[in-house]
């Protein structure tokens, strides 16, 4: 079995190195590391619409990198920091999910950035096996 590693010894906010990878792909599964609505080492403005947004792009950019799609995606988990803001992340991933939704677990947890929503996602390409 290979394993690839995308973004492993990366640096986040502040310079400091990131213990983790962006992703990793492992016999066609592509486990994409939880995703926050930051661009340049801050959290971007506007609420809970426009950091759901900029999570799920920011997740979609390193499947990408990967060489996956949204189509492949077959699970993705979702951390909310308040639950009323539920309604609104589901507007916004309906954008994204709305045809063909995968399986998907969504709870509320204190983040561990100032952020008002994570995601991450599990992708699989038979192809890719």
């Not at 990878?21 to 619409?49: C, D, F, H, P, T």
Request: proline share 4%; net charge negative; hydrophobic share 40%.
């Amino acid at each position: 079995m290979s394993i690839t590693r995308y973004g492993a010894g990366e640096s986040g906010a502040g310079k400091q190195p990131l213990p983790f990878a962006r992703a990793v792909e492992a016999n066609g599964w592509l486990y994409v590391s939880g995703q926050v609505a930051m661009e340049k080492g801050e959290i971007v403005g506007g609420g809970i619409v426009a950091e759901s947004r900029k999570a799920i792009e920011n997740m979609i950019a390193i499947l990408r990198e990967a060489g996956y799609g949204l189509e492949d995606v077959v699970r993705i988990g979702v951390w909310l920091d308040d639950p009323r803001d539920f309604w609104s992340f589901n507007g916004v991933y309906a954008e994204y999910f709305g045809e063909n939704p995968p399986a998907r677990a969504c709870v509320q947890s204190r983040m561990m950035v100032d952020c008002k929503v994570e995601v991450d996602c599990i992708a699989y390409r038979a192809d890719r096996g």
